[in-house]
């Protein structure tokens, strides 16, 4: 089937009950055995384990990403935390995006190191780079592409191709672009990581994360972990994203167009003393953003002639725009990762890899594109 076709039925029958079109909401703890020895006839026993409504979205996801099995997780971070539990082991090293979310450097430096784990930060926009980073010890290289949020592009079919020819897994955040834009696993990388929370979902109304691997063993090792930690997607944030899910590609398509548009439009404001995104001819990577993925999608960054305190000013001046900390939303919203998003991260790392205090980030709604021009506009005109 088609992508649009997919993103509305996969996963999805009609209730043998009643025949809802809609997958019902198992809000249910257990579900009752029909006996000893017929004990997971079904498939289902307690919900940390599986749970129907979370099942038909796990197969929406997998459909979509091309993969064998997905898992769907409380948040995003509990999905890059399953990742990296299934995939690495005391005295193990990974090869991680220098340019990441915030909450990917966290987890690394703060949580894994204490159990033994090293990573090394690489610039994974240069393959030599990546292959220099690879140790003997290397059990994972994980990829955000686009990164967060200075947009920096990652090659991964040559990431995979490394990774591959040494036996090492290829995992992608493929969060900013989603399956509609960028095919990871069809480009070579074995798992792909989602904050549903973000476009699946669309409407900021949950938090949620998807790991889609490729093959049948790591599906196997990230499930194990999913279930033994219990970090689990809800039914009803499930249910919830299998309705926004329903209109990623429509949403993607109006949104891309939209910050296509502001960000030429900021490009040449006086006001403004940089803009980057992907779909502009001056972006230093255009050309890989145009040959990896069929779309350039809704993130954008920039910086205010006048630096950081500037750009502070700019961001409470805005009406039409939201400054809050999440993206990919309907809502036009605009974020300083410096104090925001990234702020866990020291301050000479986050400048080594582009994250200035200067930075802003804008994650490009579904508003009239004139009305969000005229807001920038308006705001510009007071800093």
Known sequence: MGFRTDQIHAGVTPDPATGAILTPIHQATTFVQPSVEDYMATGYSYSRSANPTVSALQERLAVLEDGASAWAFATGMAATNGLFTALLNAGDHAVVSDVAYGGTYRLATKVFTRFGVDFTFADTSDLDEVAA??????RLIFTETPANPTLKYTDIAGVSEIASSLGIPHAVDNTFLTPYYQRPLEMGADLVVHSTTKYFDGHNATVGGAVVCRSREHAEAVGFVQNATGTIMSPMVAWLTL????????????QSANALAVA?????HPKVAAVSYPGLASFPQHGLAARQASGFGAMAWFEVAGGAEAGKRLMRSLRVWTLAENLGSV????????????????EAERLRVGITDGLVRISV?????????????RGLSLV
């Open 133 to 138: 980073a690879v140790n003997g010890r290397t």
């Open 264 to 268: 030429e439009h900021l490009e040449g």
């Open 243 to 254: 309705q926004g899910s329903k209109t990623l590609s429509e949403r993607m398509d109006r």
């Open 365 to 377: 709604g579904l508003e009239d594109v004139e009305d969000l021009i005229e807001d920038l506009d």
């Open 331 to 346: 809502e036009s919203l605009i974020t300083h990762p410096a104090t925001m998003t990234h702020s866990d991260v020291e």
